[in-house]
């Protein structure tokens, strides 16, 4: 039977998550990086400015480890979701250059401490801030992971690409004419569905 560390299988599923993310900004332009999609203006570089700022807090000030560097979208007296989205003077290469830091501060701490390693959250409540870095390291996973599914959807919308990761992108084999039979059988499929609720066609009732 394989042996298997916990701690090393946990901090596997976190940087795979992170490359992950990092890697939807790959072949996209400054402005495509930027582009807010939805009403809520979701973004890819702002997943990526977020979950740097959010891993610096959970795995740094939570074990009294401090970053050590001023970022002043997380000042007090910031702008709301102000860690949501890049200004036009924060380059791709500052943040992402960020996010790449934020993976060394928090690698430091996973590495030096234990799992039963006992922290602090400062921003959660007081009946629950107390924490351990197992708790941390599996709330950071789902944190990172959520991120990168809106990221998937994000960069879907802007080109069409899809995917885990270079070389594993873990979608079905098929060319863009058997994406198309796909979604269409699966909109026929949502249109048959919808009909005995409503006892119309949801297509002619959208159209």
Avoid: C
Avoid at 61 to 66: A, I, N, S, V
Avoid at 85 to 100: H, N, P
Avoid at 111 to 135: C, F, Q
Avoid at 148 to 156: H, K, L, N
């Amino acid at each position: 039977m394989t042996g298997s560390d916990p701690k090393t299988d946990l901090h596997r599923y976190l940087q795979d998550a992170r490359e992950a993310l990092l890697w939807k900004l790959d072949g996209l332009s400054e402005y495509n990086i930027r582009r807010p999609l939805v009403p809520t203006g979701t973004n890819l570089l702002g997943l990526i400015k977020h979950v740097a700022s959010v891993e610096l807090g959970y795995f740094g000030d939570t074990f009294g480890r401090p970053f050590g560097e001023r970022l002043a979208w997380l000042e007090d007296d910031a702008e709301p979701n102000a860690d949501m989205w890049a200004t036009a003077d924060e380059s791709r290469e500052q943040i992402t250059g960020l996010y790449r830091r934020a993976w060394a501060h928090s690698d430091a701490t996973i590495g030096a401490l234990g799992l039963d390693a006992i922290g602090r959250v400062p921003w959660w409540p007081e009946d629950r801030s107390e924490v351990t870095l197992h708790k941390i390291l599996v709330h950071m996973i789902a944190e990172t992971d959520r991120h990168a599914g809106q990221a998937d959807i994000v960069r879907e919308l802007i080109d069409g690409a899809a995917g885990l990761r270079a070389g594993n992108d873990t979608m079905a084999p098929g060319d863009r004419a058997w994406w198309e039979g796909y979604r269409s059988r699966l909109e026929r499929a949502a249109r048959e569905a919808g009909r005995p609720e409503t006892g119309h066609d949801p297509a002619r009732e959208a159209g």
